[in-house]
């Protein structure tokens, strides 16, 4: 450990308006500040979730590295999808109830792609976690009160898997549980650590 740097000693930035992520990273960190990327995040024609996600991840990462030289960057991206079909934010409550009931019984992906920038040395990591989330069978009554009590509207997926969204589900696939919230950190720490970038 005697030749990581800490964390302390960095200029870390999440590259992202989400609080969501931002409330993930503080998990392993406070020492970062926060600077929302402007990317398009319209897909390309015939482009999958993974790759999307993948793009999305190191477009926003490289948006803000462009202007913070030196910096750390952090740049993340999710991508939901029902089969071949990519599910954005529901925005209002008929959306997502839409969403829901198009779940029931059925499963979602979400692919998780992280991209760190070392502004010292210009290196690129990335990674990506996919999550399964299999749904029990749902009934637009139960739907409808959950969404009032929630109010997941900006969520893709319509619902919070890190509130009383996880009710909704039957299982869980995946590696790493803090992916399907935004930001998966169990990846990030390897990246930092591969930066000999250390956390404590």
Do not use: W
Request: with cysteine; charged share 20%; aromatic share 4%.
């Amino acid at each position: 450990m005697s030749d990581f740097c800490p964390v302390s000693a960095i200029d870390l930035i999440l590259a992202s308006s989400s609080s969501y992520r931002r409330d993930l990273l503080q998990r392993l960190t406070k020492n970062f500040s926060q600077l929302a990327p402007e990317v398009d995040e319209s897909a390309l024609a015939g482009e999958t979730p993974a790759a999307l996600a993948s793009r999305l991840a190191l477009a926003k990462a490289n948006a803000v590295a462009a202007i913070r030289p030196g910096a750390i960057v952090i740049g993340s991206d999710q991508v939901a999808a029902l089969g071949t079909q990519m599910l954005g934010k529901p925005g209002d409550h008929e959306n997502a109830r839409a969403q829901l009931l198009a779940c029931s019984g059925r499963t979602m992906s979400f692919h998780t792609a992280l991209c760190l920038i070392d502004g010292r040395d210009g290196r690129i990591q990335q990674a990506l976690d996919i999550t399964q989330v299999h749904f029990r069978n749902l009934h637009g009554v139960e739907i409808d009160a959950y969404l009032r009590v929630e109010q997941p509207y900006d969520c893709a997926g319509s619902f919070k898997a890190e509130g009383l969204g996880i009710a909704l589900f039957e299982r869980l696939q995946t590696e790493d549980p803090t992916a399907l919230i935004g930001l998966p950190l169990i990846a990030l720490n390897r990246l930092l650590r591969t930066a000999a970038i250390a956390l404590f």
